[in-house]
């Protein structure tokens, strides 16, 4: 893993689009050069080039991210790359043309652009194909040694063992005669010195997943074997960079206290997240106007009802807030007056409903929300008062989300399907204290653009 802005990014993914990047730009040089070629003009020098490639490769990658190409299961699958990739290309091409149309001294023939769409296409699957059976993931995994057989170290083994791991574990060690969940593990006994151990089984990082550390850990072999370059994480750390989240069982105050991190109350970021809020609300209320009429008319004309629908919902620091939505249910959809979750296939949602949140058109509305700054574009996703009290009492840090601002998407519903139980909320939880933990103008830019993803691939819809 690679911490980019605070937020850890696996290092193969990384490389390859590091990798691909320099593709695209390969890729409109070359369509250029041809092109020219081809009329009999002389292309001149690449670099007086460069403006337009750059403009090229920066936006069809952004489409790339954008439509999930660098997913887990979509870097492994060449069918979904050639789909995805091929969606990506045509919103490239949409940007352009707008982009292009306001900045005519920064321009690409079309032309052009169907030559590099197409050497794009084929350099960044070969590029794949290549990177996936000569390079391959397990060459970027790192050796790490445990501390400790016991349950955390059976939840380090069985993460080990996913197709996406970045790391792989050479052994566990036995720290106390009752951890037994692993079989095959080194007695500590049997091991004269951490660090020496580290350099001569290649070991690149010391894990410490001891349930409990009082009299059992080894702290002065520990420093001796970070200051020889050995990496050396707690459990709550480690899984935090490998998972993207938060992990609720093993939290504790102290963690939270001592560890870097939340800063997102700071006073540059929250003007620099109000800003964009605002310039970015105002410009999408515009654009989003037409799709806002043509809802509004067919929810009137097919349901007897108010068309938008409003419900309190719990806000930054505990204050409630009136959320506005397309209305996607019928209108006695909780007549009896009690709080329900969201059901699959809910029975209440009308036709038009169905439509709308599948295509999370119900959710345009929060804009104006984040216009008048009850929400913002990113952050965790707001909830009734009556589940927050529910979950408050139940789910221990559960309070710590409202911190910062609710959002329209968040860290969550990128990583997260759609929950809509205790238990769901709890998963929430620990992808919604990682977005707070690792706030960064860079990390709700990030999202804000997968969220492109979850609304084409319609993850985690209900």
Known sequence: MVRVFKHYVPTPLLALGLLEFVALLAAILLAWHGRLLQLALDPGPLAGLLPEALTYAVITYLAMLAVGLYQSKCYRSVR???????????????????????????????????????????????????????????????????????RRAERLRELAGAANAS??????????????????????????????????????????????????????????????????????????????????????????????????????????KRVFDITASSLLLLLTAPILMVTALLIKLTSPGPVFYRQERV?????????????????????????????????????????????????????????????SFVGPRPERPFFVDELSRSIPFY??????KPGITGWAQLNYP?????????????????????????????ILIQTVRVVLWQDGVR
């Open 167 to 272: 790391f792989a574990i050479h052994a566990f060690v036995r720290m106390a005669p009752a951890e037994g969940d692993i079989e095959r593990s080194v007695p500590r006994e049997d091991i004269a010195s951490l660090s020496d151990y580290a350099d001569r089984h290649d070991v690149d990082e010391i894990v410490v997943a001891i349930q409990e550390r009082r009299g059992s850990l080894p702290v002065a072999e520990l420093l001796n074997a970070r200051l020889h370059g050995t990496g050396v994480y707690d459990f709550s750390t480690f899984m935090e960079r490998e998972t993207g989240r938060v992990d609720l069982d093993t939290l504790n105050p102290s963690w939270l206290v001592f560890s870097d991190g939340f800063r997102a109350s700071y006073r540059g970021s929250l003007i620099l």
């Open 315 to 375: 806000g930054q620091f505990g204050s409630t807030f009136q959320v506005l939505k397309f209305r996607s249910m019928r209108n006695d959809a909780e007549k009896d007056g009690t709080p329900q979750w969201a059901q699959k296939a809910d029975p209440r949602v009308t036709t038009v409903g169905r439509i709308i949140r599948s295509t999370r058109i119900d959710e345009i509305p929060q804009i104006f929300n984040v216009f008048r700054g009850d929400m």
């Open 418 to 446: 759609y929950g809509a139980s205790e238990e769901d909320s709890r998963h929430k939880l620990e992808y919604d204290l990682y977005y707070i933990k690792n706030y960064s103008i860079f990390l709700d830019l990030l």
């Open 399 to 404: 309070a710590e989300r409202h911190i910062v």
């Open 80 to 150: 979904m790359s050639a789909l995805r990739l091929t969606v990506a290309l045509v919103f490239a091409f949409v940007a352009l043309t707008v982009i292009f149309f306001l900045y005519p001294d920064v321009t690409t023939w079309r032309s052009v652009f169907v030559y590099a769409a197409l050497l794009s296409f084929l350099s960044i699957l070969s590029l794949r194909w290549v990177f996936s059976r000569l390079v391959g993931w397990h060459r970027f995994k790192r050796r790490v040694l445990v501390l400790g057989a016991g």
